[in-house]
C-alpha cells in the first residue's frame, strides 16, 4: 500500500496549460490601466471591481523600470521585495543618508549619493527607494516629521502596495479560473501526474492559491493544504484575502522592520495554518505486523527555492519515521532544472544528508 502527498509550486498551473506565469500577470497588470482590456472588462464588472487604487503601484513600478535585470520567475519577484524591504531599512539604519536644509528632511539623491550606492549591494532599489522618498516626502508632506516617523511612514506605504500587489494577483488568478473552467475550459496537458494510481485519493500541500488540483483531478479541497492561502474573491471562507506574498526570513534573529513582508508573519496573520503537518501523520500496529507504509512524496513544479526553505525542512522532518518509510520524488522539466533542484537542496539539507538521502 501507498500513500501519495503532492508538493504542488507554481509550475504546476503552468504544466496544466494556465497562463498562471509572473510574465502573465504583469501583463495583465500593464492592461488595466488607463482602462482596462474588453476581456477584463466584463470580469471586473462581474465582481464590482474597481482597480483605481492598484494604479501607479510601486511594485508594478520598480518591476517596469528594471524588468532585464529582475528575470521572468515568481521567486524574481519575491528577491525584489526583499531588496526593497531591506533599502528601506538600510535609511533607518543609515540616517546621514537623510539630511535637513532650511527646517526641513530631505534624501540624499546628490550624484555622490548615487555614485556611492552604485558600489555597494543592492544599489538599484536604494535609489529607487530614494526617490519614492522624494515623491512621497513632498506629496504626504512630511517635512516637520522626525526622520525616524518618516522612515515609518515609508515603510507602511511600501507594505500597503504590497496587499495591493496581492489583491491584484488574486484578481487575476480568479480571472485565470474565469476563463479556464468556466468560459473555455482547458484540456490539461499531459505529465508525470498522470501515471498516478488515484491521485483522487492523493494529499495536496500547494504553493499555488488556485484550484487547480480540484478542477482537474477532484482532489476534495479539503485533501488540499494552501500553505499561502488560496484565491476567494467572494470571500467565502474568510473575510479577507488569505494569499501569502512575501519572503523568507534570512536569519534566526527577528527583524522588526522586516516582519510585515515575510511569510512566517503573513501565514499568521491570514491563519492560513499548519493542517499539512497531519498529511505526514500514519496510524501503524506493529504487534498484528501490518507492514510498513510506503509515503510517495512528489514535488512538481517547484524549484525547491531556499525561499520556501523553512517548509521543506518541516516536511524532511516529518518523514523522520521509523515506523514508516517514505521517498521524495522530484519532478523536472530539463537537466537545468534539474541542476538548479540538487542546488537549492543542498542548501536546505546541508550537502552530507543530501548525499546520504540520495544515496
Known sequence: MADTILILGNGFDLAMGRKTSYKDFLEFAEK??????????????KHDISTEKYKDNLYLRYIRENRTTLGENWSNLEIMISQLAEAI???????????????????????SFCREMNEEDNS???????????????KQQWEKLERGLVISKLNNEFI???????ELLEIYLSYRDYIDFEVAPIIPSETVLDAIDEISKASVI????????????????????????????????????TMVFGIEDKGTEINS??????????????????????????????SNG???????????GHSVDP?????????????????????FIFTYFNETAKRSIIKNLAIILGKDELVELTG
Do not use: A, M, W
Open 89 to 111: 531599512v538600510f535609511f533607518k539604519l543609515n540616517p546621514d543618508k537623510l539630511y535637513r536644509k532650511g527646517g526641513f528632511l530631505y534624501p540624499n539623491l546628490s550624484d
Open 160 to 166: 500597503r502596495n504590497l496587499d495591493l500587489l496581492t
Open 257 to 286: 522592520d522586516l516582519i510585515p513582508y515575510q511569510k512566517f508573519y503573513q501565514r499568521v496573520v491570514k491563519e492560513t495554518g499548519n493542517t499539512y503537518e497531519r498529511f505526514f501523520d500514519q496510524e501503524f500496529d506493529i
Open 32 to 45: 488595466l490601466f488607463p482602462i482596462p482590456d474588453k476581456e477584463y472588462e466584463n470580469f471586473l464588472n
Open 290 to 300: 501490518i507492514p510498513r507504509i510506503v509515503k510517495n512524496i512528489i514535488i512538481f
Open 307 to 327: 525561499l520556501d526553505k523553512e517548509i521543506f525542512e518541516k516536511c524532511f522532518k516529518l518523514v523522520d519515521n521509523k515506523y514508516y518509510q517514505s521517498r
Open 206 to 241: 500547494s504553493f499555488n492559491y488556485t484550484h487547480t488540483p480540484n478542477k482537474l483531478y477532484k482532489i476534495p479541497l479539503e485533501k488540499i493544504h494552501f500553505i499561502h492561502g488560496e484565491i476567494d474573491l467572494k470571500r467565502r471562507k474568510h473575510n479577507i484575502n
Open 124 to 138: 538599484t532599489s536604494k535609489i529607487f527607494i530614494g526617490r519614492i522618498f522624494s515623491e512621497l516626502y513632498k
